[in-house]
């Protein structure tokens, strides 16, 4: 294994979340990370500081209020992700690069919002998914607030429209198309991946999402991949990315140079094949900080 990473520390938190989502067992995630021997494979990457931080409590679903049913268990949501914003934040201004391990996509709200306070500045922003996360609680059909992140990290100026590029899409509500057009967000849909290729998607999201060096944020939903070869997701759309295509985004963010940290989301060990879909994200964590096949 060859390794040319340039990070001195990382910072690794898990975030146990559920409730954004209706199926269970996403919250078994971090975990299932961790056993993919996520810290092995870091050590053998050279990285001299790995700190983890545990996981953050997230109230099971029995215990909390649902509340609106146009925003289910927002409040409780929003509670945790300020608590992620936290940790983040004191991640990257103590040096380090944050690996965030979910848990439903919800979290993203915590991260962006830690990554904004701490350089003074949204993050630029790649976002890989099957789906697009920018419902509002009105546009939303189901209320599961997984499926709205984005549109609140834009709400709250966490994520800047212009420097938001999203890859992978291939199942997108009417209302998401409306709001991805209001913000003016880019958005890769799989059939722009199909006509040009993923290495020139990859160079236009970084100059996008990148444009002047500034650090980016990629956020990784395991869906983004076709479910042949994560099947460990909760909402598995067929026709994803491919198993290469995944690993070469993550090697151009490395190449970049201004790769600041890591989502990595939506992985439910309930629904995977022998720990298949976590182990994959480990390999994809390891692309983006610097392993190569030569």
């Not at 059939?191 to 290495?199: A, F, N, R």
């Not at 990859?202 to 939903?221: C, K, N, Q, T, Y």
């Amino acid at each position: 294994m060859n390794v040319r990473t340039h990070v001195e520390r990382v910072d690794v938190v898990g975030v146990p979340m559920d409730l954004g989502a209706s199926r269970r067992g996403v919250d078994m995630g971090p975990s299932a990370v961790r056993y993919a021997r996520l810290h092995q494979q870091l050590h053998r990457l050279h990285i001299a500081q790995i700190v983890d931080h545990g996981n953050l409590p997230v109230p099971i679903r029995e215990s909390a209020d649902a509340a609106d049913e146009h925003a289910k268990f927002l409040d409780v949501i929003q509670d945790v992700c300020a608590r992620l914003a936290d940790v983040v934040e004191a991640s990257v201004r103590a040096g380090g690069l944050p690996i965030v391990l979910g848990g439903d996509h919800s979290i993203a709200m915590g991260t962006l919002a830690g990554l904004k306070r701490a350089r003074g500045a949204p993050a630029g922003l790649v976002w890989i998914d099957a789906h697009a996360d920018i419902n509002s609680p009105q546009t939303s059909h189901s209320g599961n607030v997984h499926g709205m992140p984005l549109w609140f990290a834009l709400e709250s100026g966490a994520a800047d429209p212009a420097r938001t590029v999203q890859i992978g899409l291939r199942d997108v509500d009417e209302g998401e198309k409306a709001m991805l057009r209001s913000w003016g967000v880019t958005a890769f849909s799989m059939s722009d991946v199909d006509k040009l290729g993923m290495v020139q998607v990859m160079e236009r999201a970084r100059a996008i999402a990148s444009p002047d060096g500034r650090p980016l944020h990629v956020s990784f939903d395991m869906d983004g991949i076709d479910p042949s070869e994560a099947p460990g997701t909760g909402t598995p759309v067929k026709g994803g990315l491919s198993y290469r295509e995944a690993h070469l985004v993550m090697e151009m963010l490395h190449d970049s140079g201004a790769l600041g940290s890591i989502e990595m989301v939506e992985i439910n060990p309930i629904l995977d094949n022998r720990n298949q879909t976590a182990a994959l994200a480990v390999g994809l964590i390891c692309s983006a900080l610097g392993k190569s096949i030569l």
